[in-house]
C-alpha cells in the first residue's frame, strides 16, 4: 500500500527566503506527483505536475523534483512571500491519487 | 474555461439523515474523483468514476455511493449520516484515459463543507 509522507509538518519563515519541501513515497510504480496548493477551508490548486519519465517541472518561483528510484520528491519555493502561506500537498498517482499529511507553510512579512 | 464545480458549499445534516453531493467537472473531462478530508485522517479517495462506471474505491462502508451520468456530472450520497462524517468532501476531474490509472493532471473543486449534528 502506498505511504506518503512529507517533512516538515510546518515551516515558518521570515519573507524572501528561499525553501524546500519534502515529499516521500513508498511504491516507486506510480503514473505521476502532483503538488497541490490548499488554503484554510478551501479546495486544493494543482500547482504542478511531474510526470515519472520526468525529472523536475518548474512555474514560475516554484521548482518541483522526482527522485522515483529513491521515493521522494522536492518542492523548490524562491524568494517567498506572505501570499504562499497555506497547506501544500503532495499526491502521488496511480490507480489512486494517494496524498501526504501537508506541510503547513506560514511566510511571515 | 469553467472549473470543477461543487454544490452546495456547505450542508448541515442531523445523524441518520442521508446526503447527496454534486460535482460538475471541467468540460471535456471524463474522469471523477471523490475524496473525503477530515482533520485526523487527512485527504481519503473515496472512489474514482470514469464514462460512467465507478473504477476504483478507497476503504470506507457502503454507506458511501457515487454515480456519474452520461454528461459526466457526479453525485455522492452518504446515507445513514454519523458524526464521523463531518468533513470536507472534494471532487476532482482529469482527463484520464480510458486505460490506465490517474495518468493526468487532476482538478479540485472547492469542496462541499458537511457538518453532522
Known amino acids: 500500500k502506498q505511504e506518503v509522507t512529507q517533512i516538515p509538518a510546518a515551516l515558518s519563515v521570515p519573507e524572501g527566503e528561499n525553501l524546500v519541501l519534502n515529499c516521500s513515497f513508498t511504491?516507486?510504480?506510480?503514473?505521476?506527483l502532483q503538488w497541490f496548493r490548499q488554503d484554510p477551508g478551501k479546495g486544493l490548486t494543482s500547482l504542478l505536475l511531474?510526470?515519472?519519465?520526468?525529472r523536475e517541472q518548474t512555474s514560475g518561483r516554484l521548482n518541483a523534483s522526482l527522485d522515483k528510484s529513491s521515493g521522494r520528491s522536492t518542492l523548490y519555493i524562491a524568494a517567498s512571500q506572505p501570499g504562499d502561506s497555506a497547506t501544500y500537498l503532495c499526491?502521488?498517482?496511480?490507480?489512486?491519487?494517494?496524498f501526504g499529511a501537508g506541510t503547513r507553510l506560514t511566510v511571515k512579512p | 474555461k469553467a472549473g470543477v464545480t461543487q454544490t452546495p458549499r456547505y450542508l448541515i445534516k442531523t445523524r441518520g439523515q442521508q446526503v447527496t453531493l454534486s460535482c460538475s467537472p471541467i468540460?471535456?473531462?471524463?474522469?471523477v474523483s471523490w475524496y473525503q478530508q477530515t482533520p485526523g485522517q487527512g485527504l481519503q479517495f473515496l472512489f474514482e468514476?470514469?464514462?460512467?462506471?465507478?473504477?476504483n474505491k478507497g476503504n470506507f462502508p457502503g454507506r458511501f455511493s457515487g454515480r456519474q451520468f452520461s454528461n459526466s456530472r457526479s453525485e455522492m450520497n452518504v446515507s445513514t449520516l454519523e458524526l464521523g462524517d463531518s468533513a470536507l468532501y472534494l471532487c476532482?476531474?482529469?482527463?484520464?484515459?480510458?486505460?490506465?490509472?490517474?495518468?493526468?493532471?487532476?482538478?479540485f473543486g472547492q469542496g462541499t463543507r458537511l457538518t453532522v449534528v
Open positions: 476532482a476531474s482529469s482527463l484520464r484515459t480510458g486505460g490506465g490509472g490517474m495518468n493526468t493532471e487532476a482538478f
Open positions: 511504491d516507486s510504480a506510480i503514473y505521476n
Open positions: 511531474i510526470q515519472s519519465s520526468q
Open positions: 499526491a502521488v498517482n496511480n490507480n489512486d491519487m494517494r
Open positions: 468540460s471535456g473531462h471524463r474522469s
Open positions: 468514476y470514469f464514462s460512467e462506471t465507478q473504477r
